[in-house]
């Protein structure tokens, strides 16, 4: 049985003041159309259409250039839809791929010619996402890292904080041979506060071993809605400890996420530029850093 979950709410509120010129979207989804791309047999949830078009309204709406999408559950292995939204808006958005250890480098190589930048992987607690199926771990990066490194392609990380302490020397070791990316600050829950093992870990990973942070989904760290109090301690933290490799992402459009805890994604965005108040920093994290991870 899968779980249906709702779409995202489609009157985002005006972002102001304007974000930056040829801003990113770090991290969002495609999701279909389910006619075309059928949503795997066997996946956790089952999401209402997200295609390409209504993405590329989600920028416009927020004033935003580019966008990455992220290979997400539904879909599988299956990057198809991802792919297809690159080949729809190659001059707009960039991909990062799901892919298990056995993937060969000349499907990575006519990728990379598409836009993918980067392949996902996942570190979960035995708790953590019980409806969470197909996610690739350490074996599929040790087997792909040497095509990671000759594409000059990112390792991204959904992490659960609560293994961060344990994986954090080997996550340092790899994040000397390419960028790792970790996401959503690991799911540490806001409420414990800023000195969880969990959420260290991730902080000295990005501070003292050279990983990148996506500043994305308040909304997964905090139950504080619509803006997320107690969580901006925690964003803070770590866009001080490494402002030039932090970027933002609105994780649209919110898988796995009930009704009433959707957020508004304009809001989502002015929350961001209500944080970091710097007009540089502004654009280091939506404009400078993503066209250095993501650009090329």
Partial sequence: ?????????????????????????????????????PYAEGRGYTPPDAPPAHFLRH??????????????????LDNGAMLAALREAPERLRGVAIMPAGTTPDVLREWHRLGVRGLRFHLFHPGHRPNYRR??????????????????????FWADARVLPDEEERLARLATQLPVVLDHLGEAPAADGMETPGFQAFLRLVR?????????????????????????????AVQRA?????VWGSDWPHPQIPEERMPNDGRLLNLLLAWITDPGEREQVLVRNPGRLYGN
């Avoid at 935003?64 to 539904?74: D, E, T």
């Avoid at 619509?226 to 964003?235: E, I, M």
């Fill in 1 to 37: 049985m899968t779980i249906p979950t709702p779409g995202p709410d489609p009157h985002p509120e005006p972002v102001s003041p304007p974000p930056p010129t040829g801003g990113w979207d770090c991290h969002a989804h495609i999701f279909g159309p389910s006619d075309r791309f």
């Fill in 59 to 76: 920028l416009d709406a927020l004033g935003l250039r580019h966008g990455v999408v992220v290979q997400a559950n539904a879909h599988g």
């Fill in 135 to 156: 996610g690739v771990g350490w074996d599929a990066v040790d087997a792909l890292l040497p095509t990671l490194r000759e594409l000059g392609w990112h390792a991204q």
């Fill in 208 to 236: 003292d071993h050279g990983a990148w942070a996506k500043l994305s989904a308040p909304y997964r760290v905090s139950l504080q809605g619509p803006d997320y109090p107690d969580a901006v301690p925690l964003y803070q």
């Fill in 242 to 246: 490494a402002p030039d490799r932090v």
